[in-house]
């Protein structure tokens, strides 16, 4: 599995915009990137995953270059209860893979008001 | 419901006892996973099943055994439990088919060993 590294922590205002960037050098042909997202005390949660170029959806986009060596997670306009961690994974597969996902130990993202 | 429902929720334990983790789903999920989280070290896999004939060890298995006992339970037990098993557990599960995105996490397990 190709491992990823990230920033261990982040702090943003309110309503600002928060791009959170993951690399992962070692990246197969047939991985896809992941991301989720954790609050204290509960479970990871599923935000969005993508092969290349750009995903959007309700929660964030997510930016792949040609290369897809990296990826960023956008996050729009942030507000307080996305305070969370948020973990980025490479797997095999469009959705989960045969191999069972590795979780670092994530971005620490505060929002400060 | 809970898509993913682990019980119990809290549990304190003393060293040397054996204790069951459970796990339900439903989800029809064919793939059901154990995780271990410990402050600071993200999560770590424990066991994992594929389907209910199936099941394969994580990174961190010593300890710990896990029964599929049915497509929608996953249990996991601390045979003698230890003080350092003092963690959050979670359990997951993920599909395989067309618009099964990602893995669903129960609540977790705050187990605490004394």
């Known amino acids: 599995l190709a491992k990823t590294t990230q920033p261990i922590s982040m702090d943003s205002y309110e309503g600002q915009e928060v791009n959170i960037t993951c690399s992962h050098n070692n990246i197969a042909t047939n991985d896809y990137i992941t991301w989720y997202q954790q609050f204290p005390s509960q479970g990871p949660r599923f935000i969005i995953q993508?092969?290349?170029t750009k995903v959007t959806n309700e929660v964030a986009s997510l930016f792949i270059p040609a290369d897809r060596k990296s990826s960023t997670l956008s996050l729009p306009r942030v507000s307080l209860s996305d305070t969370a961690v948020y973990y980025c994974?490479?797997?095999?597969?469009?959705?989960?893979?045969?191999?069972?996902?590795?979780f670092g130990k994530g971005t620490r993202l505060s929002v400060i008001a | 419901d809970a898509d993913v429902t682990q019980t119990p929720r809290n549990r304190i334990t003393k060293t040397g006892k054996r204790i069951m983790l459970e796990c339900s789903q439903t989800k029809g999920h064919d793939r059901m996973y154990w995780y271990r989280q410990d402050p600071g070290l993200g999560l770590r896999l424990i066991y994992y099943?594929?389907?209910?004939?199936?099941?394969n060890k994580g990174e961190i298995s010593d300890g710990y055994s896990v029964s599929r006992q049915a497509q929608a339970k996953f249990s996991l037990s601390l045979e003698s439990a230890i003080p350092n098993q003092t963690a959050l557990y979670f359990c997951?599960?993920?599909?395989?088919?067309?618009?099964?995105?990602?893995?669903?996490f129960g609540s977790g397990t705050r187990l605490t060993v004394v």
């Open positions: 099943s594929f389907d209910v004939k199936d099941i």
């Open positions: 994974l490479v797997g095999d597969g469009p959705k989960t893979g045969n191999t069972p996902l590795v």
């Open positions: 997951a599960t993920s599909g395989t088919r067309t618009g099964d995105y990602g893995y669903t």
């Open positions: 993508g092969y290349k």
